[in-house]
């Protein structure tokens, strides 16, 4: 019996993530700019504030529409080339306005149009990035990987925001949005250099090649919602999730109202969104450290630890401090719930339906947000802002506990993953100086994982037929 080979500790070690971390983090910049332009924007030509709300709802409502095909479509053709495909729209979006600004007759259906189609591609390259990663890193790396891509936004969002008004001072409007058209650009240069590295690997069939375990069925999105229940820590976690969604645009929505009826000024909020920025990179950087084998429990608990926390400190918080120390140990257990819940899918869910499922989650949660932004003002006014904010808490909590009565005697608290029985053997790595493939030992390193793809692939199978296997 032969020892194991060692596992690098970072996913840094893979030229792959490397590759893919430094384009998102640039792209993920450009989110943080574009956030704040898009809003100077829309005043610029609709002064009355009115274009904010346009531009917002087209964005989320496109998103929702497409995010069920978005979620198919990288499972069927690959995914790789939905995500370039994705940036490439991306980048027209934007350019869209950004030329009309630099024209001078820029419209408000301009941004709303932009918006749309930004939104729609989003639904597209979401699925298929939840899908890519555990492609270019080892599952024991999973986490850390995910844990550097979730700081790379964090920074982008929080650095975004003061990089844009800079590029308005500087160049107005269009030098902003032609900004963010740069950082795309820079995406699309990493996910080609990423298919090419890929394409350099031993060869391996592709995800159009009967990923359904062979069945000969379609790659449709009711799969991911026909496995769900088979996987009852993930679903559960969903299912918290999408209160938890309805309270972060609740907070979005009453925070700032909340904060300047109390402590006289608004700008009293800039203070406390620095704080929860800061506390969801700090998460993000900390989670990459937990190791733990029950990550759907631990997402439910942090879940709970983290958007009551918000809720009950907006509700009865008195002192500023009180209210931004809150928010900033909440933020942080959001950041941490995020990753460890990100690894739980992908070490849980057969590679051959990663993005289907991540479509599915996004689908649920996505949707949650433009509702609470609906509700929570009328509500609000209904019944008190701080019996809305204690009574959103409640419901979380109380959907929380039902979630893991219902989730952990059916899947224990162990993750049931896939690194359990493939170990690192199922990640397809970077070629070695020695040709895999070539040799003895080549020879069997793709016999294994010509194996392990096909026990993912009949585990995909398994799950939309009979269920998982009993532990």
Not at 82 to 104: C, E, K, N, S, Y
Not at 129 to 139: F, K, M, N, Q
């Amino acid at each position: 019996m032969t020892d194991a080979p060692a596992v690098p500790g970072s996913p840094l070690s893979s030229p792959l993530y490397r590759v893919y971390l430094a384009g998102q983090a640039v792209s993920q910049l450009g989110d943080g700019v574009v956030s704040v332009t898009f809003a100077f924007a829309a005043l610029a030509v609709a002064p009355d504030g009115r274009g904010i709300p346009m531009v917002l709802l087209a964005l989320w409502l496109a998103r929702f529409v497409f995010i069920a095909y978005g979620g198919s479509l990288p499972d069927r053709v690959g995914r790789l080339p939905v995500m370039f495909g994705a940036d490439a729209v991306r980048l027209a979006a934007q350019v869209f306005p950004a030329i009309t600004f630099a024209l001078g007759n820029p419209e408000l259906w301009h941004l709303v149009v932009s918006a749309a189609v930004y939104g729609a591609a989003t639904a597209f390259f979401t699925p298929g990035a939840v899908g890519l990663l555990p492609e270019l890193v080892r599952p024991a790396q999973l986490q850390k990987a995910n844990s550097w891509l979730d700081v790379a936004g964090d920074t982008g969002r929080m650095a975004g925001p003061a990089l844009a008004s800079l590029l308005v001072v500087v160049g107005g409007v269009p030098l902003a949005l032609f900004f963010d058209a740069a950082t795309f650009v820079v995406s699309l240069v990493s996910l080609a250099w990423l298919r090419r590295l890929i394409r350099a690997r031993p060869p391996e069939r592709g995800p159009a090649e009967d990923d359904d375990g062979g069945a000969g069925e379609r790659v449709r999105f009711l799969d991911a919602v026909r496995v769900m229940p088979r996987l009852p820590l993930v679903l559960g976690a969903i299912l918290v999730w999408v209160p938890v969604q309805v309270g972060l645009a609740s907070v979005s929505v009453l925070g700032p109202i909340t904060v300047q009826d109390r402590f006289g000024s608004i700008e009293q909020w800039g203070v406390i969104v620095t704080f929860l920025a800061a506390g969801g990179l700090l998460g993000a950087l900390v989670s990459g450290h937990v190791r733990v084998e029950w990550r759907g429990v631990l997402t439910v608990a942090l879940l709970v630890v983290s958007m009551p926390v918000q809720l009950l400190a907006l509700a009865y918080g008195r002192h500023l401090v009180v209210v931004a120390g809150a928010l900033f140990l909440a933020a942080l257990a959001a950041g941490v719930a995020g990753v460890v819940f990100d690894t739980l899918v992908q070490l849980t869910v057969p590679k051959p339906m990663l993005s289907r499922v991540g479509s599915f989650e996004t689908t649920m949660t996505t949707a949650m947000v433009p509702l609470g932004f609906v509700i929570a003002l009328p509500l609000a006014n209904l019944v008190g802002r701080t019996a809305y904010l204690a009574g959103l808490a409640a419901v979380i909590v109380a959907t929380a506990a039902a979630v893991l009565v219902w989730a952990v005697p059916r899947s224990g608290l162990r993750d049931r993953a896939l690194e359990d029985g493939a170990g690192d053997s199922a990640w397809q790595g970077v070629p070695s100086s020695t040709s895999p493939g070539s040799g003895r030992e080549g020879g069997r390193e793709g016999e294994a994982e010509g194996h392990v793809q096909g026990d993912q692939e009949a585990r995909a199978w398994q799950l939309m037929t009979d269920g998982p296997p009993r532990p």
